[in-house]
């Protein structure tokens, strides 16, 4: 199956702790993405990818570092989670640049900050 | 920056109804995406529509560059229609998309 994957989808932490959220694509897109999507189902990107060099790095917290080992794999972590960072965080990817850029999404993962 | 704003915020329709989804945004685009994401479901690609018209079934994807807008037209609407949809807008470079604010439909018997 050719698609976006993304694990876990769902995860329980504690103010402080640190988290690691996986995404795959088996699409062969070399453009891979993260994004935000808050209680009010608002929708953001953080970063963004292409050919394992980091794009677009939109403004996020230090706390969040985004590790990319291939083209396909485009992995999430964040250092000492905060109550504002419950939401749920959605990982896309696209076939490349510019004229290339449909983005396909995974199904998502949702983080509870206790 | 890039600015999308999608109306109305909410619809609800009888099945059968047609609806008309909005899409402005404030700089030139050439890229313009709709999504649908069903409540606790994956955002899935309905159209990836840069200029003109697309159909499909009763889904039709209108965008007008020059103007700024785009539009979805559901036609016939029937209740698994119910759920969210997004317009987004790929920046030139196509490093990123900015999403509109969502339109909430729901769709009774």
């Known amino acids: 199956e050719t698609a976006v994957f993304q694990t876990p989808n769902y995860h329980v932490t504690q103010v402080g702790n640190e988290v690691s959220f996986n995404c795959k694509q088996t699409?062969?897109?070399?453009?891979m993405y993260w994004y935000k999507q808050d209680s009010k189902k608002l929708l953001k990107i953080m970063f963004s990818?292409?050919?394992?060099?980091?794009?677009v790095n939109e403004t996020v917290p230090r706390r969040f570092s985004p590790q990319s080992s291939d083209k396909a794999h485009l992995n999430l972590r964040i250092k000492s989670v905060e109550p504002e960072d419950s939401a749920v965080y959605l990982c896309?990817?696209?076939?490349?640049?510019?004229?290339?850029?449909?983005?396909?999404f995974g199904p998502g993962t949702r983080l509870t900050v206790l | 920056g890039q600015q999308v704003q999608q109306s109305p915020a909410s619809l609800v329709l009888q099945e059968g109804e047609n609806a008309e989804l909005q899409c402005n945004f404030s700089s030139t685009a050439t890229r313009l995406q709709w999504f649908y994401q069903h409540p606790g479901g994956r955002l899935v690609s309905l159209f990836y529509?840069?200029?003109g018209t697309k159909h499909t079934g009763r889904l039709t994807s209108t965008t007008v560059t020059n103007e700024r807008r785009g539009s979805l037209h559901i036609s016939s609407s029937q209740t698994t229609d119910s759920g969210t949809y997004f317009c987004?807008?790929?920046?030139?470079?196509?490093?990123?998309?900015?999403f509109g604010q969502g339109t909430i439909l729901k769709v009774y018997l």
């Open positions: 529509n840069p200029s």
């Open positions: 699409l062969g897109h070399d453009t």
């Open positions: 896309a990817s696209s076939p490349g640049l510019g004229n290339y850029a449909e983005q396909f």
């Open positions: 990818y292409n050919n394992k060099q980091l794009i």
């Open positions: 987004a807008i790929g920046t030139s470079s196509g490093q990123k998309l900015v």
